[in-house]
């Protein structure tokens, strides 16, 4: 088992630096974090083959691309939640997979192109799991602020306020585009070069085509870190609710809570999900109270606290929260693959 190490000031803000632009020029980074391309980039390097902090291409929800969103609560038999979580890691529609405490074992983030696919996949793959006796799935109608808005907050402030998503400009993709997503959702930072090789295009028309699929909306860059060695070793997952008048209004406010990496409106009940990152479980109630006063209009009505994260936005994780692992993010396919269909895990290189 590898040793955990938390990550040094100096890791922490290459990530937030690179949180700010996942694909900035190690020249631009360095300028940033106070040092030099090679060493920036040596220390990326060595963060990204340690797992510590990877960049990933999401699909960009509230599109053509991948329409449909939906966080799935999961309860399993007392002996199987791991052995589930392992299973559904594997995937490609299941981006990020939590073991929780709270009430429900297992919380999913499930992306699909249309809600016939996410239907496919919640009643004919995750319903017929071996082991899972129940779930309830609760689509996002809009996201206010999630993974690639989120930082660190360990670089001075560039007085530019909280990082919003871009607006989405709805564009029909072709195989290259999905090819290149799904390449980008291994490796954010890909050189145009390897861009190219994986997908059979020249440079120019990669470079082309990843900044349209990024400056679009089509894929969501952000910068991710293991959690516990950036000493935030507790994730919490609330549910609540807001005055329909005002739902709006209030999942924005949310989204600009420090702690918080993600803010959702859902079609369902509870009506809202927010996703906090904090450095104790002392910090819980703290935080809810923070927000309650920060947010008055919003009542809590549920509570998860991740036990162990499996999966985030396609990497599978470790104990410590490090990358060990990809699954890409097709999640255009058919949902109910044969054995020999299901997507191929890519590993993380060797230090």
């Not at 990326?44 to 966080?71: D, I, K, M």
């Not at 927000?291 to 998860?304: E, K, S, T």
């Not at 999966?311 to 255009?332: F, I, N, Q, Y």
Request: proline residues 5%.
């Amino acid at each position: 088992m590898q040793q955990s190490v938390a990550l040094d000031e100096d890791d922490l803000a290459l990530v937030e630096a690179l949180q700010r632009d996942p694909r900035a020029p190690w020249t631009s980074v360095a300028e940033v974090v106070g040092t030099n391309a090679v060493t920036a980039s040596r220390r990326w390097e060595r963060l990204r083959a340690t797992g510590g902090a990877w960049v990933t291409g999401a699909p960009g929800p509230g599109s053509h691309h991948a329409q449909v969103l939906a966080y799935v609560d999961v309860t399993c038999l007392p002996s199987e939640k791991t052995r589930v979580a392992q299973e559904l890691a594997g995937d490609a529609h299941a981006v990020s997979v939590d073991i929780t405490a709270g009430g429900r074992d297992l919380l999913l983030t499930v992306a699909a192109v249309d809600l016939a696919t996410l239907g496919r996949y919640l009643l004919e793959r995750l319903d017929r799991v071996p082991g899972v006796t129940g779930t309830r799935a609760r689509i996002a109608t809009r996201l206010y602020a999630e993974g690639s808005t989120w930082r660190l907050g360990v670089l001075p402030s560039t007085g530019a306020g909280v990082s919003s998503l871009p607006a989405i400009r709805r564009a029909v993709l072709d195989e290259v585009d999905r090819d290149l997503m799904s390449a980008l959702g291994t490796d954010g930072r890909a050189s145009y070069a390897a861009l190219a090789q994986a997908t059979g295009i020249s440079q120019p028309t990669a470079r082309r085509r990843v900044d349209r699929l990024i400056t679009s909306g089509a894929v969501l860059l952000r910068t991710d870190v293991a959690a516990p060695l950036a000493g935030l070793p507790v994730m919490v997952v609330l549910s609540g609710d807001a005055p329909a008048g005002r739902l709006d209004d209030a999942a924005a406010r949310l989204g600009r809570l420090r702690q918080v990496r993600l803010s959702a409106t859902l079609a369902g009940t509870p009506s809202l999900l927010v996703v906090a990152w904090l450095s104790s479980l002392e910090e819980v109630h703290r935080f809810e109270r923070d927000l309650v006063h920060a947010v008055p209009d919003v009542d809590v009505v549920d509570r998860l606290v991740v036990l162990r994260a499996v999966k985030r936005m396609g990497h599978l994780l470790d104990s410590e929260g490090r990358a060990t692992g990809a699954v890409p993010m097709d999640v255009w396919r058919d949902p109910v693959p044969s054995e020999d269909e299901r997507p191929a895990t890519v590993d993380r290189p060797a230090e």
